[in-house]
């Protein structure tokens, strides 16, 4: 089997699979996944960040307008990303291929930020916008692969997922002390590895005997033009293969590369420049933000407020 995969790249494994042909775009795969598994092997492997688990108020996010900004960005750029992937507007078809590829990342990328956002809110009691940008961008990374092979309610389902999926690997990586500072990893890595298996459970082929894959709105054909039939498990068979095959590769290699580098001592800060912050020892002024030497994070002052009402009380 082939797996073909925007941007050039084509792997080749289990060849007794052959006669399927079958042929799997994922941006969800060789951009996403390959990126968030690298960055897991890092982050893993350079271990948590001085009182990270200890003091976890001192890392809150400090500007969430920019956070809110920068999420946003990335949201329009997604639409010249996906759809723009149509690589053609020779046609009608492939207009209307484009604009079913904007409504599902559309549709994807508001149902995954309302989903974690809605999630963060029953296990914290609290609003987190921060939470809320990152299920926008678990929803993006989960449709990529399938946004041009799936109707509109799959679209739907793919985000909805992807912010569950989303939720549970963030507490799982701090469950294990995994120290990943923006959630790099269950964003890209884990939700786009769902967008792989979602982009074959959710084909709108008819059920699962023949698939779309990558034919816009046809399906894919054998040499006599008629529609390939009785494919379903390689279709699925293809996905997962795809999964494994980039955990494997990103994952070993970055994690060698990572290892190198930590024992050659070029991955990580001395303890003071940590300590003192990397701000303060590179750059002038030392401070982006003139927050004073009494001021505290966000969660420090909700306590006082909340400790000082209670007192009254």
């Known amino acids: 089997m082939t797996l073909f995969c925007k941007g050039g790249l084509a792997v080749n494994v289990f060849s007794f699979l052959d006669p399927c042909q079958l042929r799997v775009v994922s941006l ?3 951009v996403h996944l390959t990126g968030g598994v690298a960055g897991l092997a890092g982050t893993t492997i350079l271990g948590p960040r001085k009182g990270r688990f200890t003091n976890p108020e001192e890392f809150e996010c400090h500007n969430l307008p920019l956070v809110v900004l920068g ?40 149902t995954g930020g309302i989903t974690v956002f809605l999630l963060r809110y029953v ?9 809320l940008c990152n299920g926008i961008l678990a929803g993006l990374v989960s ?31 701090q469950k294990l002390k995994i120290d990943d500072p923006v959630d790099a990893c269950p964003v890209h890595g884990f939700c786009g590895a769902w967008g792989i298996i979602a982009a074959g459970l959710f084909d709108w082929g008819k059920g699962f005997d023949h698939y779309h894959g990558w034919s816009g709105f046809g399906c894919m054909e ?28 990103s994952g070993s290699f970055a994690a060698l590369g990572f290892f190198v580098l930590k024992k050659t001592g070029l991955l990580r ?28 994070s966000p969660s420090k002052v909700y306590s006082t407020m909340t400790s000082e009402s209670t007192s009254v009380v």
């Not at 149509?86 to 291929?97: R, V």
């Not at 054998?222 to 999964?243: E, L, W």
């Not at 001395?270 to 927050?291: M, N, T």
């Open 123 to 131: 296990i914290m009691k609290k609003y987190d916008v921060g939470a």
């Open 269 to 296: 800060y001395s303890d003071h420049v940590e300590e003192v912050g990397i701000d303060s020892h590179h750059h002038s002024p030392p401070k982006a933000y003139a927050l004073g030497p009494d001021s505290h």
């Open 28 to 30: 969800s795969g060789v």
């Open 222 to 249: 054998n040499d006599d033009g008629s529609c390939q039939s009785g494919i379903g498990g390689s279709a699925i068979a293809a996905q997962v293969i795809m999964v494994l095959v980039i955990v494997a590769w």
């Open 143 to 173: 449709i990529t692969a399938g946004c041009g092979n799936m109707e509109s309610g799959c679209a739907f389902a793919t985000g909805l997922i992807g912010g569950f999926v989303y939720q549970a690997a963030s507490m799982l990586l």
């Open 71 to 110: 999420t946003f960005i990335l949201w329009f750029g997604w639409y010249g990303f996906n759809s723009g992937s149509t690589l053609t507007m020779k046609s009608g078809s492939d207009g209307s291929l484009a604009a079913q590829v904007a409504m599902n990342t559309t549709l994807a990328a508001a």
